[in-house]
T-cell receptor, first 112, second 113 residues
Framework: DGGITQSPKYLFRKEGQNVTLSCEQN?????MYWYRQDPGQGLRLIYY???????QKGDIAEGYSVSREKKESFPLTVTSAQKNPTAFYLC???????????FGPGTRLLVL | GENVEQHPSTLSVQEGDSAVIKCTYS??????FPWYKQELGKRPQLIID?????GEKKDQRIAVTLNKTAKHFSLHITETQPEDSAVYFC????????????FGKGTKLSVKP
């Protein structure tokens, strides 16, 4: 999982602001995922992409958007429509769907 | 869709004792069951996984068992050490959710020296 990077480590969002979280992998994985983790909760799937130029909504996609223009990159935008964005955001990748997922180090998003 | 229940939510053991964490899943089509360990503020890391064609898998002090009929799987840690203290997550995939992982809510394991 050392081949997956996320930036920034901490991100502060003001009211009404869109912010973008970066996720990059050099593992040549086809599939990439975004999860949200709240205290005392498991990981909830926001969006996933099984191949370049294609992505699907997960369980909690409202207020978020993604793109997958390159195999290595899967950025997540937290829009102003997401009213409770404070959480730990984890990106993951796997060779293919149903294969082992490896996680990035995470981005902690806080609201000012 | 798939639903994964994990118990207990917290577990405290003495160093050297064994720890067992159990998960149940709802989708009989699920066929891949990983376990992740997450230390405070860090990323989840895979510690062991099992596929549905195997009933048990062991790696040193860690083992996972799978009962497909009952739709439950368990993590067993023997000879626990303080560095085993962390939150452990089970997950299931391969069912109707396009193979995406569905996670349990986690078990916070504390190993007291």
């Amino acid at each position: 999982d050392g081949g997956i990077t996320q930036s920034p480590k901490y991100l502060f969002r003001k009211e009404g602001q869109n912010v973008t979280l970066s996720c990059e992998q050099n593992l040549n994985h086809d599939a990439m995922y975004w999860y949200r983790q709240d205290p005392g909760q498991g990981l909830r799937l926001i969006y996933y992409s099984q191949i370049v130029n294609d992505f699907q909504k997960g369980d909690i996609a409202e207020g978020y958007s993604v793109s997958r223009e390159k195999k290595e990159s899967f950025p997540l935008t937290v829009t102003s429509a997401q009213k409770n964005p404070t959480a730990f955001y984890l990106c993951a990748s796997s060779m293919r769907s149903q294969e082992t997922q490896y996680f990035g180090p995470g981005t902690r998003l806080l609201v000012l | 869709g798939e639903n994964v229940e994990q118990h207990p939510s917290t577990l405290s053991v003495q160093e050297g004792d064994s720890a067992v964490i159990k998960c149940t899943y709802s989708d009989s089509a699920s066929n891949y069951f990983p376990w992740y360990k997450q230390e405070l503020g860090k990323r989840p890391q895979l510690i062991i996984d099992i596929r549905s064609n195997v009933g048990e898998k062991k790696d040193q002090r860690i083992a996972v068992t799978l009962n497909k009929t009952a739709k439950h799987f368990s993590l067993h840690i023997t000879e626990t050490q303080p560095e085993d203290s962390a939150v452990y997550f089970c997950a299931a995939s391969g069912g109707g959710s396009q193979g995406n992982l569905i996670f349990g809510k986690g078990t916070k394991l504390s190993v007291k020296p």
